[in-house]
């Protein structure tokens, strides 16, 4: 029985101290994206500066429950702020598009018609399937190194600096923020997406999932 003790003991100790890594590593990482990228985002459409293209990172329109998904809603009026107010000339909406029912840029594509933006100042990219993907991709198949990426405040940041690491010039329009009280899970999950972020980047060197031919930004 003592034995069992000691042991029970010693692994609650060896979990404990982990879980105190686990949290570390994850407060390091979110730091230090916000360090690194914090003066590169705007709120202000009068003080951003003008650029050629503008990233629209994607998400779904809707939720579960059938109401408008505020992340998605918010990210389009941003973008077409930006437009509007000739801040940029054209924008690559980036987003998932893993089977034919689930379409993230088109459904971007669609919104933004329907906002008066014209169509010819659309381009897609149905490989979005991350944030990590939608950066590389804009570089590599889009040719474009020095952009505007239009999402939430903590995405931008994030997508910055996945972008440093690419050697790509981007600065971030911040969307509007959804309230917490409203969405609780994807500012805690942000601890984790960035944690991932330094792994993919630094360790893992994670590569897109696809890339593919070039296409010409008109």
């Not at 059938?66 to 941003?78: L, V």
């Amino acid at each position: 029985m003592k034995s069992f003790l000691r042991f029970l003991k010693k692994s609650l100790l060896t979990l404990f101290i982990l879980s105190l890594l686990l949290t570390f590593t994850l407060i390091a990482c979110y730091l230090w994206v916000e360090i690194q990228t914090k003066e590169r985002v705007y709120s202000n459409i009068n003080k951003i500066p003008a650029k050629k293209v503008a990233l629209l990172l994607g998400t779904a329109k809707y939720l579960r429950n059938g109401r408008i998904n505020r992340y998605f809603k918010y990210r389009i009026d941003a973008v077409v702020k930006l437009y509007n107010t000739k801040k940029i000339k054209h924008i690559i909406a980036s987003g998932d598009n893993r089977t034919k029912y689930y379409n993230e840029p088109i459904i971007m594509k669609k919104s933004l018609i329907e906002r008066g933006i014209p169509r010819n100042a659309i381009t897609l990219d149905y490989a979005g399937f991350r944030t990590l993907d939608s950066i590389v991709r804009c570089q590599k198949v889009f040719s474009q190194d020095d952009i505007i990426v239009v999402s939430q405040p903590f995405h931008n940041k994030r997508a910055i600096f996945i972008s440093d690491y690419y050697g790509i010039k981007t600065i971030g329009f911040n969307a509007r923020k959804v309230p917490f009280a409203l969405d609780m899970k994807t500012p805690i999950r942000e601890y984790f997406a960035r944690f991932k972020a330094v792994l993919d980047l630094y360790i893992l060197k994670t590569a897109p999932k696809f890339l593919g031919e070039k296409v010409k930004i008109p």
